[in-house]
């Protein structure tokens, strides 16, 4: 049974002290280092944050090189079949590293480590790792840490550390992060997943949804405003249901509204949005906050109402069309993406072509485009494959070169275009060096000083491809 679990303030302090204990295991003056290496969503970017924010507590400087690592965090990803295998593959090419330095740290953690399966593989063909732990143990990886340092000797236990608590309705406050610098962040504001969408593994290893109160949310917000971040993204796997399981606290759309309206000159985006609990409020609520960008990230999924209904999504090809109508009557200028999965089972070419007939309809900015993945566990899992590869892959090529096409023409019409940009990065390659996003989310190349990064500008539009656009600053 689901309850929810908030952490109490001083279980956090707990491991606020592991810390300090942690630090004191390292002679003065060492340096020791640790890697966070994430695969999937931005919900993993976000843990990976928190790791960092630990690690640094406990000592570690962060490098992105394996060969100097300590200790090496791989934050998995249990989405599709091919994200696993790319998470086995690194991880156990690891081992020339561990051959030659046996007191290095290897912990697996995130949505794969949640997995009995993928544990008991873990346990018995991966030796090489020490730590394992899934999304629910965050907050205590101080603990699991020391835990696992003592296996190579610097304090008490001995042995592998797989941890499982029963405590898929956490909610932990206040514990360290260490973002990325820059100007974007995340701001999680919620867990986990209560829509079973067929083939979808996310509800059982990230839990039932559980939101952070109203006032959590804010005080973050507007922490990350003091500290200069300028364009902020509130997470969660469906926003839309921000607020349900809390009695007395806000919906989304006031959520939205709240932080919107705070002082600071900062652009708000979230993601992702449900379509079937997306509504007008949920418009108008962009529509009229002047930081609330105008991106709109709406998963369809399929085309096809038999394939939806299949897929447990909640509403038909129309009642998506109707929304993506008022989404944009309520938000001018809105920029629309989505993701698409072909390949689902039972999906007949007719299926297909009701999923391309939506897409000609919409016109989106950007897809992104997946081959459906028999996840072991979830209720599509048992329904038989009747497409050959061949077809499935087919499909995707049909679906990717429309999708491309009008992406393509899409930018090619905002060439001329001013637009009030943020710039966000310096890393470009080329002339181009600087990169930005226009308030609907597209990405713009830029020529200027690296200095620059942070700052709004307007850009005219000079040139664009299928996947961003080129600019000059006016
Ligand atoms: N919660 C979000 C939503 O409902 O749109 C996104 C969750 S998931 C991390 C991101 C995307 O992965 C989904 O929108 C879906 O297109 C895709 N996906 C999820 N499970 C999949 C599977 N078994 N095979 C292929 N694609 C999948
Ligand atoms: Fe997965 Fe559906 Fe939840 Fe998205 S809404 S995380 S696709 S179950």
Redesign the pocket.
Known sequence: MYTRQEIAPEKIEEQREICRRVRRLFPEGEVHRALVDTY??Q?NESDSEILRGWLRDMGYAMTEREEEADVIVVNTCA??EHAEMRVFGNVGSLIHLKRRKPELVVAVCGCMAQKEEIRQRIKNSYRLVDLCFGPHEVWRFPELLEQALAVHGKSGNQGRVFAALPCEGVVAEDLPRLRAGGVKAWLAIMNG?N?Y?S????PYVRGRERSRRFADVLREAEGLIAAGYKDITLLG??VNSYGRDLAGNGDFPELLRAVSALPGDFRLRFM???PKDATEKLFAAMGECEKCMPQL?L?V?SGSDRVLKAMNRGYTAEKYLQQIEAARAAVPGLVITT???VGFPGETEEDFQQTLALVEAVQFDSM?T??????PG?A?AKLPDNASREEIQDRFDRLTALANAISERRHAECAGEEYRVLIDGAEGTGAYNLTARTEGGRLVHLKGDAGRVGEFVTARITGSNTYSLFGEIE
Not at 199 to 202: A, R
Not at 370 to 375: A, L, P, V, W
């Open positions: 999937g969503c919900q989405i599709r997943c829509n969408c083939y979808c593994i996310v796997q469906n992702t949005s449900h990230h998963p999924q993701d698409m999965i992104f997946f081959i459906y993945s028999r996840r979830t599509a």
